[in-house]
């Protein structure tokens, strides 16, 4: 059964600081995975999706990466704003004929003026 | 295109009412989802269904009922509403291996 781990559950760092948010999996026969954002209130908002076949997504001051083969993807968060703060959720879809979405936890992030 | 869309925003209910959460894509996915936020939980699947016309439990089914009326709806039912029911419903949909979008949720408190 796959189990999506994120650690910490939480995080206050000061705006400017490059963050690097983790996200393990304990199945690494997957589709993809996925990071989300959450706003307080909000539903969840796509950040990134990784295809099994690669290794890297970008876009702007966000960049994800994914190694299948050790169970692990990170989210790395460039000059961080106050704006980003929110909470981050990472998920998978396996292989093996599941409709699925396997989601962690996820990690509040605050960050200060 | 509207995305996923959820009605109502908000519902408080009575232990014993029965209340449908309506859910609408109009991106033309395949699949669709129901889930539940509560705290220190994270999400939690209660039903989905892949395709037009099929509908399969997810991790916390009970008390629940599901429709998928058509490629763009599906309909999430509370028979008899508990407590322990209330929570944030989300309602989701994807294409195959593509992007899953959410809706904006469902409030909903039960006395």
């Known amino acids: 059964k796959q189990e999506v781990t994120q650690i910490p559950a939480a995080l206050s760092v000061p705006e400017g600081e490059n963050l690097v948010l983790n996200c393990s999996f304990t199945d690494s026969a997957i589709y993809n995975l996925q990071w989300f954002r959450q706003d307080p209130g909000k539903g969840l908002t796509s950040l990134l999706l990784?295809?099994?076949?690669?290794r890297e997504q970008t876009s702007g001051r966000l960049n994800a990466s994914l190694d299948k083969s050790s169970g692990r993807s990170t989210l790395y968060i460039a000059a961080s704003q106050p704006g980003d703060s929110a909470t981050y959720l990472c998920?998978?879809?396996?292989?093996?004929?599941?409709?699925?979405?396997?989601f962690g936890k996820g990690m509040k992030l605050t960050v200060n003026p | 295109n509207a995305g996923v869309t959820q009605t109502p925003k908000f519902q408080v209910l009575k232990t014993g009412q029965s209340m449908t959460l309506q859910c609408a894509q109009d991106?033309?996915?395949?699949?669709m989802y129901w889930y539940r936020q509560d705290p220190g939980m994270g999400l939690r699947l209660i039903y989905y269904?892949?395709?037009?016309?099929?509908?399969d439990k997810g991790e916390v089914p009970n008390g629940y009922n599901v429709s998928r009326l058509n490629k763009r709806e599906f309909s999430l039912r509370l028979e008899s509403a508990a407590p322990s029911q209330t929570s944030v419903y989300f309602c989701a949909s994807r294409r195959w291996s593509d992007t899953q979008y959410f809706g904006p949720g469902t409030r909903l408190t039960v006395l």
């Open positions: 991106m033309n996915h395949n699949s």
């Open positions: 990784i295809q099994s076949s690669q």
């Open positions: 998920a998978v879809l396996s292989q093996g004929g599941s409709e699925k979405l396997v």
């Open positions: 269904s892949a395709s037009e016309g099929t509908t």
